[in-house]
């Protein structure tokens, strides 16, 4: 999944990082190795309602053969997934 390097990446202090992960908005974060350098190693979140997604990974680069993969349809294909 192509991803941004540092301009942009997301950072947060202590408190807030944990008021998103109790409030379950934490929407997606790199579990093994964090490659951007993001607070917590996270790579999306929503807002208070959950009907809006902020995300650093970017999988608009990877969904079409052209761009060099369609690995990204698999984020966009479980939101749609999600709604129904």
Avoid: C
């Amino acid at each position: 999944m192509p991803i941004a390097h540092n301009e942009g990446r997301f950072f947060a202090e202590d408190q807030l990082l944990n008021n998103l992960k109790v409030d379950d908005r934490v929407v997606m974060h790199y579990p093994n190795e964090n490659p951007t350098g993001t607070s917590k190693g996270i790579a999306s979140i929503s807002n208070d309602e959950g009907n809006v997604v902020g995300m650093m990974s970017h999988p608009e680069r990877a969904s079409d053969d052209l761009l060099g993969g369609t690995d990204g349809l698999r984020v966009f294909g479980s939101m749609l997934e999600w709604m129904r």
